[in-house]
């Protein structure tokens, strides 16, 4: 089994930056990847970035230049550095890892963004 935590997210004005953490735990050595999804009201949840194990990544291509998905491997974090936010980027956001053939969710972190 994997655990995933991941940190508060926040209100940020147009423009603005945050980062996202996500610490995982439990069976971490079976995770093929992990990655950021986001859901805003009435939508489904959609894949924003990911990474794999061996650091490659791709991401939406709404986020492309603007956000940037990293890890580190010594503290089991992954981390969405997320600059340049927009409105349209406000939703819950969730940090997924793939392992067993299965997905694994974060509880999701509310990201606002609003003047």
């Known amino acids: 089994q994997v655990q995933l935590v991941e940190s508060r997210g926040g209100l940020v004005q147009p423009g603005g930056s945050l980062r996202l953490s996500c610490a995982a735990s439990?069976?971490?050595?079976?995770?093929?990847?992990m990655g950021w999804y986001r859901q805003a009201p009435g939508k489904q949840r959609d894949l924003v970035a990911r990474?794999?194990?061996?650091?490659?990544?791709n991401y939406a291509d709404s986020v492309k230049g603007r956000f940037t998905i990293s890890r580190d491997n010594a503290k089991n974090t992954v981390y969405l550095q997320m600059n340049s936010l927009k409105p349209e980027d406000t939703a819950v956001y969730y940090c997924?890892?793939?392992?067993?053939?299965?997905?694994?969710w974060g509880q999701g972190t509310q990201v606002t963004v609003s003047s």
């Open positions: 997924n890892a793939f392992a067993f053939m299965r997905n694994y």
């Open positions: 439990g069976r971490i050595s079976s995770i093929n990847a």
């Open positions: 990474i794999t194990t061996s650091g490659s990544t």
